[in-house]
Nanobody
Framework: VQLQASGGGLAQTGGSLRLACTAS????????VGWFRRAPGKERALIAA????????YYADAVKGRFTISRDNAKQTAYLQMNGLKPEDTAAYYC????????????????????WGQGTQVTVSS
């Protein structure tokens, strides 16, 4: 399975961007998904995750209330809607998919993700 991330770019403080992660196979509907980011000088961190069923989500405190993760299985695509962007959101963003048997649970450990997309850069200017 290949994941293609897109939608990154330059935004102003307070602006919005929507990232997309498109899978190469229809099996995507059976995967839990997550979005990670790596800011300069920092470790990669999970910022949002969505269960296979879509009923459970996780958000890191830093993005809670501003970012929304979603999926469209018909399009084999996961999204990360980012509103109220801040300069500290500047990072490379990565999507990932997990073949998990726990369809109603989010996956929070990077080691439990099986497929990774290439990073897409988000830069927020002050």
């Amino acid at each position: 399975v290949q994941l293609q991330a897109s939608g990154g770019g330059l935004a102003q403080t307070g602006g919005s961007l929507r990232l997309a992660c498109t899978a190469s196979e229809d099996d995507f509907r059976h995967f839990a998904v997550g979005w990670f980011r790596r800011a300069p000088g920092k470790e990669r961190a999970l910022i949002a995750a969505l269960a296979v069923t879509g009923g459970s989500t996780y958000y890191a405190d830093a993005v809670k209330g501003r970012f929304t993760i979603s999926r469209d299985n018909a399009k084999q695509t996961a999204y990360l809607q980012m509103n109220g962007l801040k300069p500290e959101d500047t990072a490379a963003y990565y999507c990932a998919a997990s073949v998990t048997p726990w369809r109603a649970r989010v996956v929070v450990s990077p080691s439990d993700y099986d497929y990774w997309g290439q990073g897409t850069q988000v830069t927020v200017s002050s």
